[in-house]
């Protein structure tokens, strides 16, 4: 008991052993070391490139307007697009290298782009000819129909 204070016993642990290490969970998904090619380890490169001032990490609206606009190049979405910057800006304000392993390892849990379906020009002009045709032998159809 300590002096002026009212008499209050002494609070124990129960069931803990005192000095026990504390145990970690392990993450749900396991962070996958990003591969050079990775679409978001080349965003995260272009934005530590883009952030200005060391410990700032200040990105200006038309650098984050760029970042995005590559991102959606890339396939990434929006939202996965600005976690990965804050990801970058955050580490670069907390004093590690915006590429950290630590870096990499959070931006790994960002959700993968989807492989985006690209048409090829030419399949674009064969339905855009196909459409207008229709649109046309429909007008010569109620033309028909209608006019005589």
Known sequence: MS???PDTPALRLVGAARGEPATSLQADIPASPLEAGDARWILAVRVAAAIEGERAAVLTPEKR???LKL???LGLRDF???L???IIQDSARCGLGPLADTTAERIAMVRKPQPAS???PWQWF???ACVSALGALGAVFLV???GG
Do not use: K, Q, W
């Open 65 to 67: 307007e760029r970042l």
């Open 3 to 5: 002096p002026g204070l």
């Open 126 to 128: 064969i339905r855009s």
């Open 118 to 120: 690209r048409d090829e």
């Open 80 to 82: 996965d697009a600005a």
């Open 71 to 73: 991102a959606r190049l």
């Open 144 to 146: 028909r129909l209608f």
């Open 84 to 86: 990965i910057i804050a």
